[in-house]
């Protein structure tokens, strides 16, 4: 079985090797692909890249329309049987692929997998592991539902049969925040995700990072997506309004508390 993941990026030299690092190093019963999408960086990224020296990767350079649209070009490039999503500041985890992979030969109607994502710093130190729990406790109570009453599903941690996305479409690129919760939406109305109990990966935290600006915008991006969904469940929708409320304001207290 072949495995393809894709990681967009643009400016990201600081951590694109850590990244580069726990991809490649992944050992397991499988081929790997590794896309690097890159949107024209300037920061020593190319050079990396250009330094490279293995067949399992293929890379470009040039502006693009953002992230979506970087992942979307992605997506038309791999030719693995199961496709994962890695950022360029993000890192998996040790035997993480190896794991995914076996899963899906071993059930054979998986159509997607989800496993459990920590949370590190700018340095790769775990943080906000109270942020982390309530997000493995409400995965392990996963229902459609309940993911269009909130989203906690990380996406770093999160690997699809190929065939899926022909089914539900690419990412939509208008959107800058929940892209990756508008996929998991189409995907859930298909078919049930396989869910693991094994953290597969690591979301890094930092000042230039999308999830370190954790803003009111980023959640009202995603009630707007969730609304696409909601076919007149109102109980979902007030569901999702008040845990955004929620969740604003624990990010706020967080911060305060220097969290």
């Known amino acids: 079985m072949k495995i393809s993941i894709i990681t967009p990026s643009l400016n990201q030299c600081a951590y ?11 050992q397991g ?5 590794w896309v690097v999408v890159d949107g024209g960086s300037t920061d020593g990224t190319l050079e990396l890249l250009h330094g490279l020296n293995d067949s399992r990767v293929s890379w470009s350079s040039e502006p693009d329309g953002g992230q979506s649209a970087a992942v979307n ?26 794991e995914v992979v076996r899963v899906f030969a071993g059930r054979p109607t998986a159509q997607w997998v989800v496993g459990r994502c920590g949370i590190m710093d700018s340095q790769g130190k775990e943080i906000r592991e109270g942020v982390t729990r309530y997000k493995n406790r409400s995965l392990r109570k996963y229902s459609y539902r309940k993911l269009l009453r909130e989203n906690m599903i990380s996406q770093p941690a999160v690997f699809w049969r190929k065939e899926l996305i022909g089914k539900v479409g690419a990412l939509d690129q208008s959107l800058h925040y929940t892209m990756d919760y508008d996929l998991w939406l189409r995907m859930g109305r298909i078919s049930e995700p396989v869910l693991l109990e094994r ?22 991006e995603q009630f707007r997506v969730a609304t696409r969904y909601f076919n007149g469940d109102w109980r979902s929708r007030w569901a999702h309004r008040l845990n955004v409320e929620k969740i604003v304001w624990a990010y706020r207290l967080m911060r305060i508390a220097g969290w």
């Open 16 to 26: 694109l090797r850590q990244t580069m690092e726990s991809i490649l190093s992944q």
């Open 29 to 33: 019963e499988f081929e790997l692909q």
């Open 73 to 98: 070009k992605g997506l038309a490039k791999v030719d693995g049987e199961i496709v994962g999503w890695l950022n360029s500041d993000d890192l998996y985890l040790p035997g993480a692929l190896d």
């Open 199 to 220: 953290e597969l990966a690591r979301f890094r935290i930092h000042a230039r990072s999308k999830s370190g600006e954790v803003n009111r915008e980023h959640f009202d």
